[in-house]
Structures are given as C-alpha cells and as structure tokens.
C-alpha cells in the first residue's frame, strides 16, 4: 500500500489501520488488501504485546533491519498507540479525580500534555507534593516509558526507585 504509489494521506492511512477488518475494502485490490492485512496485524502486535515486541525488537542483529522497522513505526503505528494510551490515561484520570474529590480529598492532581505526551502526577500528603513525570517516548512501544520521580516525600530512595523502575517496566 505504501509502495504501490498510494496516494492517500496519512490520517486516513492511520484511520484505515486502526478500524480495519478483513473484506472492509471491497473496492481495492487484493495487493492492498493483503498490505492492509499486515499493517493492521503490526498494529496489533505493537498494541497487544508491546513487551514481547520490544524484547524481539531489541534482540535484533540486523541493523538496517531495525532502523527499516524504527522508520516505519514510527511513521505508521506508534502515533496511533501513544494516543490511544492518552486516552485511556484521560478517562481514567477523571474516575481517579472525582474519586479523590468524593472522598473529601483534594490530594490528586494529573496533567496531561498530548504534544510532549507527559503525564504528571502530584500527590498532595501532609502539605507536601510527591510529583512524577512519566514521559511516553516517540518510539512507544519499541523503546519503554521513562518515569522520573520529581520530588519524593517519606520514601527511601531505594524504594523510590525501585517504584520508579517498576513502574517503567509496565
């Protein structure tokens, strides 16, 4: 499909891979079908079993292979997952708040900027914030998530980063 001399432009491109489904597209050939098919299947791959796919990713020899497939990722798919990860960041965040807020307790705060996809997360206890920044790389899922600790209050260290690294590991 995008060899082929395709002309179509890239949001419709990023449409036709997330909703796809085999004979959507019964007016195309059956080439494009077939590309259709493997893009979709990428898609979900990277969406469903990130880990696997970055550890396979990782272990890679080849390097004009991987930088082949970083390309194309990063191009194509990883746009799509990070947003849908944003998402569901969204909608969890207003469950977490209200939660927060029905409880009496105005301890929670989460911001989340969609152009740098960060998300912060400020934790109010006993006047002092606990704040964390999880930043969601371009390269999501094939490189891991980065989260660092801004400020940690009446946590070791060693426990704090042992959660921050946990929690990169998710």
Partial sequence: ILKN??????????????SYHVGKIKDENVLIENDLIILYDYYLLLK???????????????R?????????????ICDLIIDGEISKVEKRKEKLINDD???NKNNLSI????VTHDIRVNF????????????????YPLKNIMVDGISR????ESMWKA???ASQRI
């Fill in 5 to 18: 001399g395709d002309k179509r432009d890239m949001k419709e491109m990023k449409e036709m891979i997330i």
């Fill in 48 to 62: 469903e079993l990130g880990s696997q796919v970055l550890h396979w990713f990782n272990n890679l020899k080849d």
């Fill in 64 to 76: 004009e292979l991987k930088n082949k497939i970083e390309s194309f990722s990063e191009k194509f």
């Fill in 101 to 103: 807020k029905n409880n």
């Fill in 111 to 114: 911001r989340i900027n969609k």
């Fill in 124 to 139: 109010l206890i006993d006047e002092q914030t606990m704040e964390m920044i999880i930043r969601i790389p371009k390269m």
């Fill in 153 to 156: 209050i009446g946590v070791k």
């Fill in 163 to 165: 959660w921050l690294l």
